[in-house]
């Protein structure tokens, strides 16, 4: 079964409330793809007006992050709970500008715990910092996917969506070559097979993330085992985003 490509916007800490409205209008009004599905990432204080910018568009909304306890003495922390409540579907979990400031693969997993307990769908970030060899960065995919994800219970392909971003790539405009996205992706989903197996395994979407943008997505996007994409910069514009989703329509 072929995997519904998904394109998902990281707004990081972009914009005040009126800025995402007017985002998420334009994204709602412009939006015609029927085989794909995008998805927002607003920062937390934009997410219930962004959610009612979306409310008759198939656009999902997605938080940044969350903390991994449910409720209590945890100043200035969101629960998974309040996310969803907000309208979430997704949550981004484990970006390298999170791991930058000292969160660890078992902090992530339990993140992953508490997001999918709640019934949103984590987007799990791994990545290696610097350029490296295939297999030295596939080590370090290996292990921050084991880690990021130990003990957790996936028994369906749509519980969770996992994002390679090389974090030299990020916000940077270098993407790395055609050979080295085959390899990584095609690593990465040998790996999920192996550990889930192919019924679930061969169901988890793998998005790429790293200065993708409408002008390398035709580029990118077509490579085997690539089912979608984790956009930053050139999601803030709606312009930018939707040439990126239409780019991924032509490959669903
Ligand atoms: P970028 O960010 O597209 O600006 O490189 C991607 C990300 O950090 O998710």
Redesign the pocket.
């Known amino acids: 079964m072929a995997l519904t490509p998904l394109i998902a916007g990281?707004w990081k800490m972009n914009g005040t409330p009126d800025f995402g409205a007017a985002l998420a209008t334009e994204l709602a009004k412009n939006f015609t793809y029927k085989n794909i599905e995008i998805s927002v990432f607003p920062p937390f204080t934009s997410l219930t007006t962004v959610k009612a910018c979306l409310e008759n568009s198939p656009i999902a909304l997605g938080a940044q992050n969350i903390h991994e306890a449910a409720k209590g003495a945890h100043t200035g922390e969101i629960s998974a709970e309040m996310v969803k409540a907000c309208g979430c579907k997704y949550v981004i979990l484990g970006?390298s500008e999170r791991r930058e400031a000292g969160e660890t693969d078992a902090a992530v997993a339990a993140k992953t715990c508490a997001a999918m307990a709640e019934g949103l769908v984590p987007v799990v970030c791994i990545g290696e910092k610097a350029k490296m060899e295939p297999h030295q960065a596939q080590a370090i995919l290996g292990s921050q996917l084991r880690d990021s994800l130990k003990n957790i219970a996936i028994t369906d392909g749509d519980q969770i969506v996992i994002a390679y971003?090389p974090v030299w790539?990020?916000?940077t405009g270098l993407v790395p070559t055609t050979e080295d996205l085959e390899q990584a992706f095609d690593f990465l989903r040998v790996t999920l097979v192996k550990t889930y197996g192919e019924g679930v395994g061969g169901q988890i979407r793998l998005l790429y993330?790293?200065?993708?943008n409408a002008e390398n997505a035709d580029e990118i996007l077509p490579i085997p085992h690539i089912n979608g994409g984790?956009?930053?910069?050139?999601s803030l514009n709606a312009e930018s985003f939707l040439s990126i989703a239409k780019a991924a329509s032509k490959y669903a």
Do not use: K, V, Y
């Open positions: 990281n970006h971003e790539a990020i916000g993330g790293g200065s993708l984790l956009i930053g910069g050139a």
